[in-house]
């Protein structure tokens, strides 16, 4: 079986090797301590933050146009009526007057009233943010899940049809646009098979309870969940696939087969493992993304989630609901990412004293 | 080598929840295809909900705060004005009032109310309940969001007695003031404290044919019928607005019968309907127009110039010749595939009583590009040797043309002017923007053309004062709500001269003088009204009112008669029993769920075996 230990000439170096090799310069020295470490990160994570904060503010208001004007579009309204609309909302407040607003508010944990929905935005976000991670959560395990369970498996049997079967597919989903999978797996299996319904999250006017009301969901998810999952899966197969190419030199593997493993167990117990070690980055700074990213999806299921309403609230230049939603998919990112930098020093032990 | 142990736990967890979600969404794929055959097999109930597709977010169902279309629309079914438009031409016609007068002057209107009006709870409706609506938004600037503009000119409202409510005007105004306000029920709103946030998204009292019984983000839009309505209750039990975020997925869902109705089709996704069995498709004549607005020199309100619109338009004869080179039959066969109404003035065919139908000779713009030629040859405008004129100072004439990026329609428009004006002679750039944008600029008068459109209202005294003198903005784009960003002495005396005739027919000349004016000043190109296009489950519903009758819309009428008037099949006149089962495939779905299921329990098991292998393995 030494056969698997040559590196065959197509399979060029992935991300994980330059990461070992170059110190990144921000990262703290290796001797330092875990609370400092952590500390480092968490304040890294704090100016991101503040920095969101002031941007969510700014960004949106650069955007030409008038929010009252967009709301009564085409609709009999005086120039006095209109008045009182930006009144209401403090848009005829100087600009530094509404962000001093604005921050006073955060800090209390009150994102503002949506001038569309005339609903707190908190309120506006709670009720669709379970839906979201409902929908993207399920779709993001698949994919990690089958991602680098065939990426594993490709790479140990690199140049088989099995390899080359599976990366043709992922790659092929890839670059398919969401829209388009979403479109064309919607008209086949929910409007010509009817095997599952055309969207929504429960079907309406129905009185499912309990463990009913569970099914109803979950059939309503298997189309979205399997669009978004088909197209991202593929990110973890190529990068599970490049790490593990890596690792198949590495002169342990030889030790744990001459200790007589199997080559499943070889495979399994010592070389997935330590190809593991960069994908976990890469996982949660996906899944810190992968909210934002299910607008699409949501638009074509009819998913009452999150994606939709900043949408929506976009071409409506609904202020509070932009803030409000950026703010939020910003902290998810960063909490993500801080909590990768964290997880990838209780992985790899060379990063601990 | 070592590894933590608690990587082994995670991929063994993320493996597991793997396979059980997996296993979970297939397997209720399994029993989940067998729930539409069950649900056919229900009783009558389930004929009788009528579903529609919900195409466009609900903001609120307040009727004070509401302003987006979805919940209007619900709305509309549910609260009764004074006055509405009828079915027939969107004449008026008693609502809560039965009749109504007005004295000489137009300021006082008098409005009897019927006699057997009744809430959705049972409580008489009286005239308490209409001044108690009208003060609310009168008095309470939080509730004006929605029909503010409306209670402007009113400067009192009383109740003589319990069936009589009088409306005094501080100016006189041949529009009824009657009609757009929905009342609502005292003894309901008056215990509610903050009615500005009021949700009125459970178990509603009012008084149109159908309540709002229910309204969630995920659930829809359900609605009862009001067995109190005074016209006669409908005949159908609930109607259910369920949400879909795409119309191509609502029209999945029409396919397989998850839902009766869908509206607001373009024209590709209306053809795709053509054939399907079942399915009926239906093009209304609609409300809205499509126009190119040409910039005359927009001017503020102390008529002063502002905006950058090219000088050359300030010239009556470019615009008339840019108007005369736009081919506007090509454009609706091409863009629109024909679904819409070849247009001139503002105000549309569906308002019989204000549409001006321009006789032949009338239309003394129309598509004529060696006229258009002429015009310009004639009033000095020679080409250049690029085929481009150049204006009186020298300089090639060279246009904007501005669109939205949201629109289709625009790009493809776009696409036909651009050679068409180079054919008499002028150059054009597309520009497309962003809706907000578009709105900004040409407000401030910063366009040369752009693509603009209105819905109009039935009674057309708005639409015509926003193209007044007064209607003009500030210096600075601000407090202005013109439509062209033009206006002129004549237009004005004729939206005075309406603003105040009470005798209908002089209105109605008036009105269509205004509109015939506009056209010959070239300011706004008029190009189309839209067809409404919209398609219904025929084995299941049929008898829908269209408003006016028999060419007009089904959906987002000004009234209720569309989906009043909706009826199960099986009630129809003349309706022989082909009943059409729908049990066709149902064998193959039901195989393949039973599949998937098995092969992901298999995979399970095997999973399992596997893992137990290894590790005995791992032991030894």
Known sequence: MTDTLSRGPGDSPGLGLEADIAPDIDEPKRSSSWARYTLVKAGGAAISMVMVILLGFFAFRIIPGDPVRLLTDGRQVSPEQLDIIRDTYGLNDPLIVQFFTYLTDMLKGDLGQSFVYNQPVTELIGERIGPTLLLSGTAALLSIVVGLWIGQRAAWKRGSFFDKANTGIALILWSVPTFWLGMLVLMTFAGSLKLFPTGGMMTVASDAQGFDLFLDIAHHMVLPVLTMAAVVYAHYLMVMRASLLEEMSGDYLTTARAKGLREDLVRRRHAVPNALLPTVTLIFMALGGIISGAVTVETIFSWPGLGYLTFQSLSQQDYPVLQGTFVVFSAIVIVMNFFADLLYRVLDPRLRK | MSYPKSLKRLTALGVAAGVFLFSATAATAATAVVTPSAAQAKTSS????????????????????????????????????????????????????????????????????????????????????????????????????????????????????????????????????????????????????????????????????????????????????????????????????????????????????????????????????????????????????????????????????????????????????????????????????????????????????????????????????????????????????????????????????????????????????????????????????????????????????????????????????????????????????????????????????????????????????????????????????????????????????????????????????????????????????????????????????????????????????MRRRSSSDDRA
């Open chain 2, 46 to 609: 389930a004929d009788k909900t009528f579903k529609v597709a919900l195409l466009n977010d609900v903001d609120t169902l307040n009727p004070f705060t509401n302003v987006l279309a979805a919940g209007a629309n619900a709305l509309a079914l549910s609260y009764e004005p004074l006055v509405e438009n009828g079915q027939k031409s969107n004449e008026l016609t008693g609502a809560i009032a039965d009749s109504w007068e007005v004295n000489e002057d137009g300021t006082v209107w008098t409005f009897k109310l019927g006699t057997d009006r009744k809430w959705s709870d049972g409580k008489p409706l009286t005239s308490d309940d209409v001044v108690y609506t009208f003060d609310l938004i009168m008095k309470n600037p939080d509730l004006q969001k929605s029909k503010g503009a409306l209670v402007e000119g009113l400067s009192s409202v009383e109740a003589p007695d319990a069936e009589t409510v009088k409306i005094t005007l501080s100016e006189p105004q041949a529009a009824n003031p009657g009609v757009q306000i929905p009342i609502v029920p005292k003894h309901v709103w008056e215990k509610i404290d903050d009615k500005a946030a009021f949700a009125n998204d459970k178990d509603a009292v009012s008084s149109g044919p159908y309540t709002i019984e229910t309204y969630g983000k995920s659930s829809g839009i359900t609605m009862a019928t009001n067995p109190n309505y005074w016209r006669g209750a409908a005949k159908i039990d609930k109607i259910v607005f369920v949400p879909y975020k795409s119309t191509d997925a609502a029209i999945q869902a029409l396919r397989t019968g998850e839902v009766d109705f869908v509206p607001d089709m373009t024209s590709a996704q209306f053809g795709s309907l053509e054939n399907e069995p079942n399915v009926e498709t239906y093009s209304g004549k609609n409300r809205r127009y499509q126009a190119v607005a040409i910039n005359p020199g927009a001017k503020d309100k102390n008529d002063q110039p502002m905006g950058d619109g090219n000088p050359v338009l300030q010239d009556l004869v470019v615009r008339q010749a840019i108007v005369r080179a736009i081919d506007k039959s090509t454009l609706l066969d091409k863009v629109l595939g024909g679904h819409g109404t070849l247009a001139a003035g503002e105000i549309p065919s569906v308002y019989p009583d204000f549409y001006w139908k321009p006789t032949d000779s009338e239309l003394t713009l129309s598509f004529d590009p060696a006229a258009a030629n002429k015009m310009l040859d004639d009033a000095g405008y020679a080409k250049g040797a690029d085929g481009i004129r150049v204006d009186k100072t020298g300089k090639p004439i060279k246009l904007r043309l501005m669109g939205r990026s949201e629109s289709a329609a625009h790009a493809s428009m776009a696409e036909f002017i651009k050679p068409w004006l180079k054919d008499i002679g002028i150059d054009v750039t597309v520009e497309t923007k962003a809706s907000g944008q578009v709105n900004e600029e040409s407000e401030q008068g910063k366009y040369d053309m752009y693509f603009t459109g209105w819905g109009i209202e039935p009674d057309p005294d708005f639409q015509l004062s926003i193209n007044t003198c007064a209607s003009r903005p500030n210096a600075d784009g601000s407090a202005g709500l013109n439509e062209s960003n033009w206006c002129d002495p004549e237009f004005d005396k004729l939206y005075a001269a309406q603003h105040v005739e009470l005798d209908p027919e002089k209105r109605s000349e008036l009105v269509k003088e205004a509109d015939k004016f506009k056209y010959t000043q070239a300011v706004n190109n008029v190009i189309w009204y839209y067809d409404s296009l919209e398609a219904y489950r025929s084995d299941r519903f049929g008898g829908f009112e269209k408003q006016p009758d028999g060419v007009g819309p089904i959906y987002g009428q000004n009234g209720p008669w569309g989906f009043y008037s909706v009826t199960p099949v099986s009630e129809l006149e003349g309706a022989n029993s082909e009943s059409t089962s729908q049990n066709s495939g149902s064998s193959l779905p039901i195989g393949l769920g039973v599949g998937i299921g098995a092969v992901v329990l298999i995979g399970a098991v095997v999973a399992v075996i």
